[in-house]
């Protein structure tokens, strides 16, 4: 393929940039060394014209609404694959064959428990802690307990390991959080169990109260898992891969990931969408009174679960929920009227012109929290769900930032807007 360039005309002077185009024909102008050529930097608030690296990982297409893992498209995993077969691809870039599968699915088993020591860090937070402030801590805690794991010199074995460690145990660490909130004994993994099926006893089952694990629930699960499981640069996965470029290991990293999916414009949203619409419900489903506010510029109030920083079509993952939901409330005979109020937002979303005119259709964020409902989930977990969903994705970008020789401490530019040059006056002069 021919070099392309671009030309850059700065100060009467002319520069030429090379062009990077990606395996799907994206192009970027490769602006690494703009600053020693023109004393120039660029200058992209929120990084939304900005790539911070080359990834082979998630493919996704905004404006068509595409979203590929390693080239395989979501629609197609989200009906025939299995979260640790995803949580394979992710990682180690293909699908994995009988006897990987086998193997990789056995060390989830050996790794699922927690140090028994770390159920006293649950004791140190209060019964109304925040699921995801314990879910971040107690990570970052576990390079306390299983330690030798210096991200700069880890080795194939020790990251097959710390990679399943996390993995395996954010579901313990997860359920043992929800059993603290609700203050009942926390419940250990199965060695008999597959991944979601264990994490779902672990969190529902009780000695006093059997749980009785239905197919049709742990399908959802999955299937909720799955549409989670990456998405490219978003804000938590380029946290992730920001800390671990100062070399920070895999547990700090993916705990920093954490801290930034609990924001309410990322993962918080699934959780601040069914307070929108149990608000939209106590105003007698005003919903026309909610878009008003949404586009009202003086109102900080935005509409949870629409919008997106790339989609500008509808979010493919968000149709693949809509249906799901659909699907999993009628097989457990629940009539939510959250779903119709949903619905109803939707409906208006997509025939007003600010929304169109703006390419703000529901994202995955939209319908998720009427199924973690469903299931029983507390609304507060819905975000961890996301995280536990979210895992392998982040530990593959992580993995493939580490992986890459070429790579280098994140540390962007600024442009300075502040003080000039200006003398100190002691105080009894200011
Ligand atoms: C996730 O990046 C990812 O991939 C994230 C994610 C993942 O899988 O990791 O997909 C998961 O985070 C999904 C997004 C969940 N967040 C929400 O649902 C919160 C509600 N959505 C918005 O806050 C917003 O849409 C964002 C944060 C998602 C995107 O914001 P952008 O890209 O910065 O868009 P913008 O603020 O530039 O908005 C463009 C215009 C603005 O109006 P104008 O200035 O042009 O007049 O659209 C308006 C915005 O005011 N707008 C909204 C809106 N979202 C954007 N107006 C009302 N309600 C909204 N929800």
Redesign the pocket.
């Known amino acids: 393929m021919d070099q392309q360039s671009a030309k850059v005309i700065l100060d009467g002077n002319t520069y030429e940039l090379p062009v990077i185009v990606g395996t799907e024909g994206e192009k970027g102008i490769d602006i690494s060394k703009l600053r020693t050529l023109t004393n120039y930097v660029t200058f992209d608030q929120?990084f939304?014209n900005t790539s911070n690296c080359k990834s082979a990982i998630t493919y996704l297409d905004g404006e068509a609404g595409i979203l590929r893992y390693r080239g395989y498209p979501i629609e197609q995993l989200a009906e025939h694959a299995g979260f640790v077969e995803i949580a394979y691809l992710l990682i180690y870039g293909d699908l994995p064959t009988a006897e990987q599968f086998k193997n990789f699915s056995e060390t989830f088993t050996e790794h699922s428990t927690l140090h028994e020591d770390m159920k006293h860090l649950f004791d140190g937070f209060p019964t109304r802690a925040h699921p995801m402030a314990i879910l971040a801590s107690v990570v970052c805690a576990l390079s306390t307990y299983y330690p030798g794991i210096d991200s700069a010199a880890l080795s194939t074995e020790e990251f097959d390991r710390v990679a399943v460690q996390l993995m395996s145990k954010i579901r313990t660490i997860a359920a043992f959080a929800y059993k603290k909130s609700i203050g009942e004994p926390f419940v250990y993994p199965r060695h008999d169990l597959e991944y979601v099926p264990n994490f779902l006893n672990m969190m529902f089952s009780n000695p006093s109260r059997p749980y009785k694990i239905y197919d049709e629930v742990s399908k959802a699960l999955k299937v909720l898992l799955i549409l989670?499981a990456d998405?490219e640069q978003?804000?938590?996965t380029s946290t992730v891969r920001l800390v671990g470029s100062a070399h920070s290991n895999l547990f700090a990293s993916v705990s920093a990931g954490i801290c930034a999916l609990w924001g309410?414009?990322?993962?918080g949203?699934n959780e601040a969408v069914i307070e929108m619409l149990e608000a939209i419900q106590k105003e007698d489903s005003n919903v026309d009174k909610c878009l008003e506010m949404?586009k009202d510029?003086t109102n900080p109030f935005?509409?949870?679960?629409?919008?997106?920083?790339?989609y500008k079509s509808y979010d493919p993952r968000a149709k693949i929920i809509k249906e799901c939901a659909h699907d999993i409330l009628q097989k457990l005979g629940i009539n939510d009227p959250l779903l119709d109020i949903a619905l109803k937002v939707e409906k208006k979303v997509l025939a007003d012109s600010y929304f169109v005119d703006?390419n703000?259709y529901p994202?995955?964020?939209f319908y998720s929290g009427i199924i973690y409902k469903a299931l029983g989930i507390p609304r507060n977990m819905f975000t961890v769900m996301f995280a536990i969903g979210r895992m392998p994705g982040w530990i593959a970008h992580w993995k493939e930032m580490m992986d890459n020789p070429g790579r280098k401490i994140g540390r962007p530019r600024q442009i300075y807007v502040g003080h000039n040059k200006r003398d100190y006056l002691s105080i009894n002069k200011r």
Request: hydrophobic share 30%; proline share 4%.
């Open positions: 929120g939304g989670h998405h978003n804000c938590s309410p414009l990322h993962g949203a949404a510029k935005r509409l949870m679960g629409i919008g997106h920083r790339v703006r703000l994202n995955v964020d």
